[in-house]
């Protein structure tokens, strides 16, 4: 079961660049709990990041969370950020993946292929 997000024609990412929007997500989170007076950030994104052979792996805390992989892929000028949920992934990991896939798309721009296989399109941010 996996989500995608097509960037715009002709715009590429690397894993490094997925890392920093990552950090950006947390950032805004962290300011979220800042303001709310709690730690909104462990809640809102309960995984640790590790990358390996240009995959980014979530780590989920093992208890509610286990984790996905997000991966980019190309063929011809087009340009996929890939989103895979872990084996014996929760519903809350299927939301978590949600909630990042969009905001991503929201920032980024194009179109953005859920997980129940709906599509939604977003114009440049």
Known sequence: MNASLKLPGGKSISIEEIKQLLERYRAALRK???QLGWAYEQAAFP????????????????RLYKGMAIAVRTA???TWIELALAPGATHG???KANEFSK???????GELRLFSGRTMSFGRA
């Not at 995984?47 to 093992?62: A, K």
């Open 103 to 109: 905001w991503m798309a929201k920032t980024l721009g």
């Open 47 to 62: 995984y640790t990041v590790h990358e390996r052979d240009h995959v980014l792996y979530l780590q989920g805390d093992g």
């Open 93 to 95: 990991d299927k939301g």
């Open 76 to 78: 011809g000028e087009e």
């Open 32 to 34: 979220t709990g800042e």
